[in-house]
């Protein structure tokens, strides 16, 4: 078992290997191997799932519940023009304080600080009052449908119940553990097609403009007022992100104009009522229409309890902070474990950096984050 002695070192010498192994998702490039060796080596049970190009590892120390679950993504977004980054962004190099890298924040610093937090934990010898589980997947910032959804599926399927889940999601600002998210607004996406009938523009009553068509139903959903969220989510929003009709030529009438529009939505609502009622609003103008959806998650949000108290507890003893608890930002795996009655947070370094140029966290909050985990695990199953 790798030695606990020197925990900040530890777990920036692992984020560093987990850094230069270039997994750019779905690939997973060996990550989920190098942290199933330190986990088998604290007498983890490891178990590969792989569902089409994805690698996802189960992980599981104990057989009684209850069962603590510290989940996160091997997987990273690509890195952009690779000489605009200061350091290589497989390299992991240490500077000033900083360890730089893709993932570096999001999340391979807190895959390192899970791992040695657990390393620390059992190598204080305490008997554990329940179990401890460790979930990996190569698909968190790619299409999300053969990662993490998957493997929950599987261990429901056959009665594997997890009570808590930790998430390592980058949710800190400028303090470690000043925010954690306790909930996440749902995801619901629709790709519309209006059809019109193409023709000269010098002759529009032998044509149909699907582009003028849809406008006045696109603004009143976008004027809408949804709803006024609640104490834990802000209120439902609707968004147009794509649009694109035409040939090209400007003398030309558009055939069919081709929308894309998100909802990010809290719990006042849900997604079967929000596509009811973008499918009355184009029904009544009348419009020829074909329109997709795609869920890509329903809200969540985890009441204070067990988890909330024992995160608050340990931040305030390791970072010396009470965190906002919050449902902000965007769509995150824990949408595919929460519906299954499981208390989750997000609990990672500062976000300042993910998925940009130059990604990189504090090597503090890597060291904080490890005795953050490790106290979390005391608290809940010592």
């Not at 980058?170 to 790709?191: A, C, F, I, K, M």
């Not at 030529?249 to 973008?278: K, S, Y």
Request: hydrophobic share 40%.
């Amino acid at each position: 078992m790798p030695t606990t002695d020197n925990p900040r070192a530890a777990v920036v010498e692992l984020a560093q290997a987990l850094i230069r192994l270039p997994s750019v998702t779905p690939d997973d490039a060996g990550c989920q191997r190098l942290i199933g060796e330190r986990l088998a080596a604290l007498g983890f049970s490891l178990e590969s799932m792989r569902f089409g190009e994805v690698d996802n590892l189960w992980a599981r120390r104990g057989d009684d519940g209850p069962l603590l679950v510290f989940a996160g993504h091997t997987d990273v977004v690509p890195t952009g023009d690779v000489d605009a980054w200061t350091h290589p962004p497989f390299a992991g190099a240490v500077g000033d304080g900083m360890l730089h890298g893709r993932g570096a924040a999001d999340m391979k610093g807190s895959l390192a600080a899970m791992v040695v937090a657990l390393e620390t934990l059992l190598a204080e010898g305490r008997p554990l009052k329940g179990s401890l589980g460790v979930l990996l997947t190569s698909d968190e910032e790619g299409p999300a449908r053969d990662g993490t959804v998957r493997v929950m599926e599987t261990l429901m399927q056959r009665g594997e119940r997890i009570d808590w889940c930790v998430i390592g999601e980058p949710s800190s600002g400028d303090v470690l553990g000043d925010l954690v998210r306790v909930g996440r607004r749902g995801s619901l996406n629709g790709t519309l097609r209006v059809r019109g009938i193409q023709g000269h523009v010098a002759y529009p009553h032998l044509a149909r403009n699907p582009v003028h068509d849809v406008l006045a139903p696109l603004a009143a959903l976008a004027q809408r007022q949804w709803d006024e969220g609640n104490v834990f989510f802000p209120a439902t929003s609707f968004q147009v992100s794509n649009m694109h009709a035409g040939t090209g030529a400007t003398n030309v009438i558009p055939g069919h104009v081709d929308v894309q529009f998100n909802f990010r939505f809290c719990t006042e609502q849900t997604a079967l009522r929000l596509q009811q009622a973008v499918e009355r609003e184009l029904d009544a103008a009348g419009l020829d229409y074909e329109l997709e959806w795609q869920l890509s998650g329903e809200p969540f949000l985890t009441e204070r309890g067990a988890l909330i108290e024992a995160v608050q507890a340990t931040l305030a003893e390791v970072a010396g902070v009470e965190p906002e608890l919050s449902t902000g930002g965007g769509t995150s795996d824990g949408r595919f474990i929460a519906p299954h009655g499981v208390e989750v947070v997000e609990l990672g370094p500062c976000n300042a950096t993910i998925h940009q140029i130059d990604e990189c966290v504090p090597i503090a909050h890597l060291a904080a984050l490890t005795e953050a985990y490790a106290g979390i695990a005391r608290r809940l199953l010592t």
